[in-house]
């Protein structure tokens, strides 16, 4: 099988002491960069990378940055392609303020055109905590092994009590969302009793992005902690 030159080769290792200084590098970097959207209101969005112009998703995410830069909120997503691009480019065409916390691929990243201001991790969970530090509220849209994945570690941070509970996590688009949710009740919560049934009335499924906004403009400037340190 022939290997993708933008990676580096398999048998590459290169030290867990690179790795630490590497990681405390971004952590240091990434909250300098924060600082300039401190004292804001901020809401981080997430959503397939995949979503394309024109199909509901990406029109719902566009038309959300719009609404949230109207009201001065700072849009803050991963920075890439898809949903994120459509919630960074509402924000950006309305003259609102659009922050992208893009990835390292390879040697690449996928940086979308539509940002007042960004900065590439090469580190996947150093951009999580970002987006999760930074943020008043929390948007996702549908999305893939991703999207999910970030969708249960800020509900885990929140069951946790590391998130406080009294910030917003909205899920956008019904159909996708309350089939996770059942499949929620229905195997972890009633059959194999893994999770507490007061653990599902903490995030909200709404239909569409006025529907979200309407919660949003609402979020202040900062919310109070659970944080350890």
């Known amino acids: ?21 590497r990681m405390l590098g971004e952590l240091k970097k990434g909250f300098d960069f924060l600082r300039k959207i401190e004292g804001d209101r901020v809401v981080s969005i997430f959503g397939s990378h995949l979503d394309k112009p024109g199909e509901k998703e990406y029109q719902q995410a566009y038309n959300l940055g719009r609404l949230l830069a109207k009201e001065n909120i700072v849009v803050l997503t991963g920075g890439g ?8 480019k509402g924000a950006f065409e309305t003259g609102g303020r659009s922050i992208g916390l893009n ?16 900065i590439c991790f090469h580190y996947l969970f150093v951009r999580r905590l970002m987006l999760a530090h930074a943020a008043q509220a929390y948007v996702f849209f549908p999305g893939g092994f991703g999207t999910l994945d970030e969708f249960f570690e800020i509900v885990t941070l929140v069951v946790t009590r590391k998130i406080n509970q009294q910030m917003p996590i909205i899920l956008i688009g019904k159909e996708y969302w309350n089939s996770l949710r059942k499949w929620l009740e229905d195997m972890p919560l009633e059959k194999h009793q893994a999770i507490f049934e007061e653990e599902f009335f903490f995030w909200k499924v ?16 900062r919310f109070a902690r659970h944080e350890s340190v």
């Open 81 to 88: 392609p898809g949903t994120m691009e459509a919630a960074n």
């Open 206 to 221: 709404v239909d569409n992005e006025k529907q979200a906004f309407e919660i949003l403009k609402k979020i202040p400037n």
């Open 103 to 118: 990835l390292e691929l390879g040697k690449r990243e996928q940086k979308n055109h539509f940002l007042n201001d960004s």
């Open 1 to 21: 099988m022939k290997q993708n030159n933008d990676f580096p080769p398999y048998d590459y290792d290169p030290g867990d002491k690179k790795r630490l200084k």
